[in-house]
């Protein structure tokens, strides 16, 4: 009709949707495990991850986006951050209601059961130096900034962190070993 | 094993966990994680298992949560002042009490215990010329010797002033920390197993699990706190905090006011009790957790419960003799 010759907002809002549907063939794996990591929640993530595709499908101004994949992680990124300051006026807990625990990623390996899965643990952290499970300990478990370990233990943050790491990576291995047959 | 990542490759992804992390970090920390996880198929693998395994570790339950703190971050005190030759000191004056206790016993030991009923204010003038004003609902034994002033507070709050005498050191002991007084004036409120002390005048030296007693197991901690210092005891956190505090703060009890700052509703609540007619009881154990930071007047506990609703999302049910807060977000019990 009268549209004819320039572009119209059906031309735009097709071209992002293309542009999008690139972004999560390419990046949503990425994307999902960059929330997973910043919610501690699978299920969470998909959540968020979901929303970001719709704000970058009904942005106002698609072509003033200088990096598409940027702009998804910053969506995604504050989206989070809102999801979890929710949380904590809610709950102040990570996991809100037993009924999450039905959407735990889905892991191709055997699962040992909860019981044995946490004494293994524990014997991984017994095989660290006291440091390291200590840190990991404050930070992981009981949730305390890094600054507050280093205080406490009388560290740089940068040892803490480093501590953390090493333990961090060190019960993964552990875990693999128990549960890839 | 095919596909599992090693060992390097999941320390580079445990780090790259730890730093997509903070929330503060920039564009360009994501960008650089991108392009690593580009770099290796393994590299994805690898931090997707950390971030499982970090999920994970969020569900631990309270019992094994307590377990690993208790094992492997056991509760220590905080910041500067660790003075393991003080302690040291500390713990032979201690010692040295003990045995005059014993030589002198039935020569010169005087107990007494002291109550106050939910919504009184009392004040205990002690022999020794030390002054104690008891919060409502709140207990104390005293037991003095020719060595020391042992109190032990039982329950609930008192603010003490205290004679000083050197030769003479006066003790309190709550629960698993005992405070020594240098010559003071302190506040200490107990609920349950949780414990704040507020310095309003002198200097306090505070010890974590049985510092200054007798049965002491792993070595005694100690941290001295000052005028204008509060600090507060968790058994379930692995060190005490300080924060700051005012003289008013610290004894607005006294006025009928209860203050806190940034304390779980469960704490909150205990000392609520304490001058309320009707107890207030919480139904769902994730509402202890939430945190309240403001002022509650203790002859108007009501509006505040009332009012309550609007700051946290739950429900105040009010019985015959009791008062019920239960989580908004679950379904009343038929």
């Known amino acids: 009709m009268d549209t004819l010759g320039k572009p119209t907002d059906l031309d735009t809002s097709t071209e992002q949707a293309a542009r999008v549907a690139a972004l999560f063939r390419e990046h949503n794996r990425a994307l999902i495990a960059f929330l997973q990591c910043r919610l501690n929640s699978f299920s969470d993530a998909q959540e968020i991850a979901q929303e970001a595709y719709v704000r970058m499908l009904t942005l106002e101004r698609p072509d003033e986006v200088v990096s598409q994949r940027a702009y998804l992680f910053r969506i995604a990124s504050n989206l989070a951050l809102d999801r979890l300051r929710m949380r904590k006026v809610r709950n102040d807990m990570p996991i809100e209601l037993p009924a999450d625990e039905l959407h735990l990623p889905p892991v191709p390996e055997r699962h040992v059961t909860t019981g044995e899965q946490w004494r293994e643990l524990r014997k991984a952290l017994r095989e660290l130096p006291a440091k390291t499970s200590q840190a990991f300990v404050m930070h992981v478990i009981e949730g305390r900034d890094f600054h507050i370990v280093a205080q406490v233990m009388k560290l740089s943050e940068r040892m803490v962190r480093y501590h953390v790491t090493n333990a961090l990576a060190h019960c993964r291995a552990r875990v693999d070993e128990m549960e890839i047959p | ?334």
Do not use: C
Request: hydrophobic share 40%; aromatic share 8%; charged share 20%.
């Open chain 2, 1 to 334: 094993m095919p596909g599992i990542p090693d060992e390097k490759t999941l320390h580079t992804a445990a780090d790259w966990w730890l730093r997509l992390r903070d929330h503060d970090g920039s564009d360009e920390t994501i960008e650089q994680w991108l392009t690593w996880t580009r770099a290796d198929r393994s590299h994805m693998e690898a931090f997707e298992r950390v971030t499982e395994l970090g999920e994970r570790l969020g569900t631990i339950d309270a019992f094994t949560r307590r377990q690993w703190i208790d094992e492997f971050a056991p509760p220590v005190v905080a910041r500067r002042s660790w003075l393991p030759l003080a302690a040291a000191a500390a713990a032979v004056i201690a010692l040295f009490g003990g045995y005059v206790a014993w030589s002198t016993f039935n020569a010169s030991v005087t107990t007494a215990s002291y109550t106050s009923a939910v919504a009184q204010n009392r004040t205990i003038n002690l022999p020794d010329g030390s002054t104690v004003a008891m919060g409502g609902a709140s207990m104390l034994t005293t037991r003095f010797t020719r060595g020391e002033r042992r109190v032990e507070l039982g329950a609930g709050e008192a603010f003490f002033q205290v004679a000083h005498n050197a030769k003479q050191p006066f003790i309190v002991t709550v629960g698993n920390v005992s405070i020594r007084d240098i010559g003071t004036a302190f506040d200490i409120r107990r609920s349950g197993q949780r414990v704040t002390i507020a310095v309003t005048e002198g200097r306090v030296q505070i010890f974590d699990g049985s510092g200054t007693a007798d049965h002491d197991t792993h070595g005694p901690h100690m941290l001295e706190a000052v005028a204008g210092e509060r600090v507060s005891y968790d058994p379930d956190a692995s060190a005490m905090s300080i924060s700051p505090v005012t003289p008013e703060q610290a004894t607005a009890w006294r006025s009928d006011r209860l203050e806190f700052i940034n304390e779980p509703l469960e704490v909150v609540i205990a000392n609520v009790n304490r001058y309320s007619i009707h107890p207030v009881h919480i139904a769902d154990a994730d509402l202890e957790v939430l945190t309240f930071t403001g002022t509650i007047k203790t002859d108007a506990i009501d509006q505040w419960l009332g009012a309550l609703p609007q700051v946290f999302p739950l429900r105040v049910s009010r019985g015959a003799d009791q008062v019920i807060l239960s989580n908004a977000e679950r379904r009343p019990s038929p």
